[in-house]
């Protein structure tokens, strides 16, 4: 059986995630009582961690948005965008208009959409094949910038 996939409740779980970003993991106490703040190590890769799970669920809400604009995208596998650095994040596998085989990195808050040539590769190809811009005016005040904002920016550019 399919799974069904409500793109809101998606988002709103992602958004939830996304306003957690910077909160330190909780100190650990050990068998003596005392208590541990976490080192920056552990700190990060928790961080890194939230970051892939806020946009696993952004990327569902936007290839849900996609797909009742009848483009066929998929959730694919975290990638790094080397625009961005070095972490990873969930990106889309769809077609272009001319049918180019893409990757779409979705970082959660970003302003800066990338779409890049598909490859096997965990570190995305430079140069994009198409950088877009959205307005400033799409990130929220909580620095959210929601999925249907990003599936009808990438609408243009992708095959249906």
């Given at each position: 059986?399919?799974?069904?996939?409500?793109?809101?409740?998606?988002?709103?779980?992602?958004?939830?995630?996304?306003?957690?970003?910077?909160?330190?993991?909780p100190a650990v106490r050990?068998?003596?009582?005392?208590?541990?703040?976490?080192?920056?190590?552990?700190?990060?890769?928790?961080?890194?961690?939230?970051?892939?799970?806020?946009?696993?669920?952004?990327?569902?809400?936007?290839?849900?948005?996609?797909?009742?604009?009848?483009?066929?995208?998929?959730?694919?596998?975290?990638?790094?965008?080397?625009?961005?650095?070095?972490?990873?994040?969930?990106?889309?596998?769809?077609?272009?208009?001319?049918?180019?085989?893409?990757?779409?990195?979705?970082?959660?808050?970003?302003?800066?959409?990338?779409?890049?040539?598909?490859?096997?590769?965990?570190?995305?190809?430079?140069?994009?094949?198409?950088?877009?811009?959205?307005?400033?005016?799409?990130?929220?005040?909580?620095?959210?910038?929601?999925?249907?904002?990003?599936?009808?920016?990438?609408?243009?550019?992708?095959?249906?």
């Open positions: 059986m399919a799974r069904t996939l409500d793109p809101a409740r998606a988002e709103q779980d992602a958004r939830t995630r996304f306003a957690d970003l910077g909160t330190a993991p050990d068998d003596n009582g005392v208590e541990h703040s976490p080192d920056a190590r552990y700190t990060e890769i928790c961080r890194r961690a939230k970051l892939i799970a806020t946009s696993d669920g952004l990327a569902d809400a936007v290839t849900a948005h996609l797909s009742t604009a009848g483009i066929e995208a998929e959730v694919h596998q975290v990638r790094a965008d080397p625009a961005e650095g070095d972490e990873q994040v969930m990106t889309l596998r769809t077609t272009t208009a001319d049918g180019t085989p893409v990757l779409v990195p979705l970082r959660p808050g970003a302003t800066t959409l990338r779409i890049y040539p598909f490859t096997d590769s965990l570190v995305l190809p430079e140069p994009p094949l198409h950088v877009i811009e959205l307005p400033t005016t799409a990130r929220s005040a909580d620095g959210w910038v929601d999925a249907t904002t990003i599936a009808q920016t990438l609408k243009a550019h992708l095959h249906p």
